[in-house]
């Protein structure tokens, strides 16, 4: 199972694009409101969306196959300040699943050093919050089990990396030439 965090102020495309690209590819993806209000999130943009999950409804010995955090600000922050969110990443890691994060989100792994000698890269001014990441400006960086990405005009490449990981570069390939993304 693939989950994707949401916090209120996530940045939409980041979310939704990768979303919709892995169910595409078959994944099975459940969405999780990092919210007070339910399943309801409300995006940067003002684009409300109904996850799958409520926080309270995310089964906290879920083996994730990977999770997901999408930036965007103050998403990215309201998922770092999430206990629902902490534990999920301290299980996946336990697991040795994948952590994706894209935009702010990096900062997210940084400030719980699981970025330390890791390639990695964020959206410009978050650099400093990826503690002990060897930076780059690469769109889409895969270093083990994090894939990082530096915002929402990668937002489709990062999605098509996350397919590849779960599934391989051929399905990836596919899924592009599908969409249009050649």
């Known amino acids: 199972m693939v989950y994707l965090f949401l916090a209120n102020g996530f940045e939409e495309i980041?979310?939704?694009?990768?979303?919709?690209?892995?169910?595409?590819?078959?994944?099975?993806?459940?969405?999780?409101?990092?919210?007070?209000?339910?399943?309801?999130v409300t995006g940067a943009h003002g684009i409300t969306v109904m996850a799958d999950l409520a926080a309270d409804e995310f089964p906290p010995d879920a083996d994730a196959e990977m999770l997901i955090l999408p930036g965007g600000m103050p998403g990215a922050a309201n998922l770092n300040a999430s206990p629902v969110v902490d534990a999920a990443i301290a299980?996946?890691?336990?697991?040795?699943?994948?952590?994706?994060a894209i935009c702010?989100?990096?900062?997210?792994?940084?400030?719980?050093?699981?970025?330390?000698?890791?390639?990695?890269?964020?959206?410009?001014?978050?650099?400093?919050?990826?503690?002990?990441?060897?930076?780059?400006?690469?769109?889409?960086?895969?270093?083990?089990?994090?894939?990082?990405?530096?915002?929402?005009?990668?937002?489709l490449e990062f999605g098509l990396a996350l397919v590849?990981?779960?599934?391989?570069?051929?399905?990836?390939?596919?899924l592009r030439t599908a969409v249009?993304?050649?």
């Open 14 to 40: 980041e979310a939704l694009c990768p979303l919709d690209l892995l169910r595409r590819a078959g994944a099975e993806v459940r969405t999780v409101a990092i919210t007070a209000e339910g399943r309801a």
């Open 91 to 100: 299980r996946a890691v336990q697991n040795g699943a994948y952590l994706a």
């Open 104 to 155: 702010a989100a990096p900062m997210i792994l940084g400030r719980r050093g699981l970025l330390a000698g890791c390639e990695a890269t964020c959206f410009p001014g978050f650099e400093d919050e990826l503690k002990g990441a060897m930076l780059t400006t690469a769109r889409v960086v895969r270093d083990g089990k994090i894939i990082t990405a530096a915002g929402m005009g990668v937002a």
């Open 164 to 174: 590849a990981e779960l599934y391989g570069e051929d399905r990836a390939d596919a």
């Open 180 to 182: 249009l993304a050649d």
